[in-house]
């Protein structure tokens, strides 16, 4: 079945930089559209970041040259790089993929920016 293990978040200071890695199984990696999605508290799940199975992104305005996403079909892994880290940017990160029938979820990863 398919899986998405997330890893890579932890406590950063304001300024700082993280990458997330989202290591994939089950499913035929380079021909997924693949998404970064942060969820705070009280607050609805939000797209960070997308790159779609050819290699194009897009990102969230709020992490606009800042934040990169990126993916390595060897090692059927997703990256975000995050740079000029924010308090703001404290969220539970997500990987994400779906196909016909469904969405697919990670656990998810505590980012914490803080000083």
């Known amino acids: 079945q398919v899986q998405l293990v997330e890893s890579g978040g932890g406590l950063v200071q304001p300024g700082g930089s993280l990458r997330l890695s989202c290591a994939t199984s089950?499913?035929?990696?380079?021909?997924?559209?693949m998404g970064w999605y942060r969820q705070t508290s009280g607050k609805q799940r939000e797209l960070v970041a997308h790159?779609?199975?050819?290699?194009?992104?897009n990102y969230a305005d709020s992490v606009k040259d800042r934040f990169t996403i990126s993916k390595d079909n060897a090692k059927n892994t997703v990256y975000l790089q995050m740079n000029s880290l924010k308090p703001e940017d404290t969220a539970v990160y997500y990987c994400?993929?779906?196909?016909?029938?469904?969405?697919?979820w990670g656990q998810g990863t505590q980012v914490t920016v803080s000083s």
């Open positions: 994400y993929t779906r196909d016909t029938v469904r969405d697919y």
């Open positions: 790159i779609h199975s050819g290699g194009s992104t």
């Open positions: 089950g499913l035929l990696f380079r021909f997924y559209d």
